[in-house]
T-cell receptor
């Protein structure tokens, strides 16, 4: 069945470090891919998305490229800030509004 | 109010109680969703409503009963819950239930079943 696998957290980085959170997926068909972020005490917010192969989603300095050949959608940011501390979820959608989420990766950025 | 709101934000209930969670979206969307978020587990889709019609029930126990009276409101009625039902319950909405549509989430209701 369709699934999403993320790297396990927590990930702890110093401010201004480079961030990569790996995400791979298994899906039939051609899914749309998403990264959501959840700040403490809040719901999920869409961070970025890509709807077809080779698309690059970007927002707030974060980027992810839809790689069909490696079935991956890794999240990257060149210089993280303390305010980026949150839980990040990779997700795919295969129609009828069904989002399948990874288990989430907690990021902690230290000053 | 803007976006997706959920009430209450926190709820503690006994196993014999009956309570309801409420979700309201102010975005003009036509699809609404209930998710369960438990510690150390991926988000689990529970129910999907599209234009007030239920289109997905992800094998959810009958002690959870959804209700969607219109496209702006979604309820989750709870009765005879178990301690393992303690979790964060998230509501979301989207323009429709198509695969390209971003889902907008509410802040969630933190439920504790004693």
């Amino acid at each position: 069945g369709d699934s999403v696998t993320q790297m396990e957290g927590p990930v702890t980085l110093s401010e201004e470090a480079f961030l990569t959170i790996n995400c791979t997926y298994t899906a039939t068909g051609y899914p749309s891919l998403f990264w959501y972020v959840q700040y403490p005490g809040e719901g999920l917010q869409l961070l970025l998305k890509a709807t077809k192969a080779d698309d690059k989603g970007s927002n707030k300095g974060f980027e992810a490229t839809y790689r069909k050949e490696t079935t991956s959608f890794h999240l990257e940011k060149g210089s993280v800030q303390v305010s980026d501390s949150a839980v990040y979820f990779c997700a795919l959608s295969v129609g009828i509004g069904k989002l399948i989420f990874g288990q989430g990766t907690e990021l902690s950025v230290k000053p | 109010e803007t976006g997706v709101t959920q009430t209450p934000r926190h709820l503690v209930m006994g196993m014999t109680n009956k309570k309801s969670l409420k979700c309201e979206q102010h975005l003009g969307h036509n699809a609404m969703y209930w998710y369960k978020q438990s510690a150390k587990k991926p988000l689990e889709l529970m129910f999907v409503y599209n234009f007030k019609e239920q289109t997905e029930n992800n094998s959810v126990p009958s002690r959870f009963s959804p209700e969607c009276p219109n496209s702006s409101h979604l309820f989750l009625h709870l009765h005879t819950l178990q301690p393992e039902d303690s979790a964060l319950y998230l509501c979301a909405s989207s323009p429709s239930s198509g695969s390209y549509n971003e889902q907008f989430f509410g802040p969630g209701t933190r439920l504790t079943v004693l």
